[in-house]
């Protein structure tokens, strides 16, 4: 997983990594590759209470041709929810 540039997210990294394992997962009903992820945390500034991850899944072509595995976070958050 690469670092998160974000400021807000910059110090969440380990809770980013949770969120993709152990968070609720929701597939986007436009984009079936298109998934959502979504976990609590307590310790979350500005009164946020979940961080959020929106990751794609998909194939692409290794050197030998072969598919592989291309899955990726396209953004992550923190909100408060509740």
């Given at each position: ?66 598919p592989e ?14």
């Amino acid at each position: 997983m690469e670092p998160i540039n974000h400021p807000e997210m910059t110090d969440y990294e380990e809770e980013l990594r949770q969120t993709v394992q152990q968070g609720t997962r929701k597939q986007d009903p436009l984009n079936p590759h298109k998934y959502r992820y979504m976990k609590a945390f307590d310790d979350l500034p500005k009164d946020n209470t979940h961080i959020i991850a929106i990751a794609l899944f998909s194939f692409r072509e290794n050197e030998a041709g072969e598919p592989e595995p291309n899955n990726y976070i396209v953004t992550a958050y923190q909100k408060e929810i509740g």
